[in-house]
């Protein structure tokens, strides 16, 4: 009677061992991604997000790209936002349901699942007037500036630099972005404002200012 025993212990700690090694299977860069260790090894792991009815694989050592989030957040799941309401009206100039290419960048024409279209920065914002479905955009314009705008605390007592040496700290180790591309950390009252730049000297294995832009303001 000893063997069963012997088995059932082993197999209690193999499915221990397995559990374990799923729950170690997350994404590093977007806690609602969906996660599958194969096998239960955390080697295997891989990850998607979900749009709407479709999965997207993701790239977790990445920043995920913003026309996928935005497209995500504008069309509600079920474990999102929720839906928008029938015949509710739609702020083409705010958050709208855009088209991504492949990759996850924005296309240059955005029409909202309207009549109305327009033309967009890699950033996903309008930069032209609004036409009709013959509207053209030659290329996707490259956003090389985003200026993020942080409201502070006028309690603290933290010293600006040691605020300065934070900020410019969580850019390069949460969000992945190279120093080289924080142009300056200002501050001004209760306000702190940071400028990032990137020129298409950007390598393409590099996270897009656009995308660390978008992750501040969700975080």
Known sequence: MKNPIILSLAAALLCFITIVQSQN?????????????????????????????????????????????MKRESIGTKDGRRPRPQNALIDNDGLYNPDCEDNGTFKARQCNNTDTCWCVNSAGVRRTDKGDKNWKCSELVRTYWV?????????????????DVALRTLLTNRYNLP??????????ENLIYIDLKQNSSKLPNEVDITDVGYYMEKD
């Open 25 to 69: 299977c997350k994404c590093r860069t977007l806690s609602f991604a969906r996660c599958d260790a194969a096998g239960g090894n955390t080697q295997d792991c891989k990850c998607t997000l979900t749009i709407g009815p479709e999965q997207k694989p993701v790239n977790c050592n990445a920043l995920v790209p913003k026309c996928w989030l």
């Open 147 to 163: 200026v993020i705008e942080l409201k502070r605390d006028n309690t603290d007592n933290v010293d600006n630099k040691d605020i």
């Open 179 to 188: 120093a080289k591309y924080i142009s300056n950390i200002e501050f001004e």
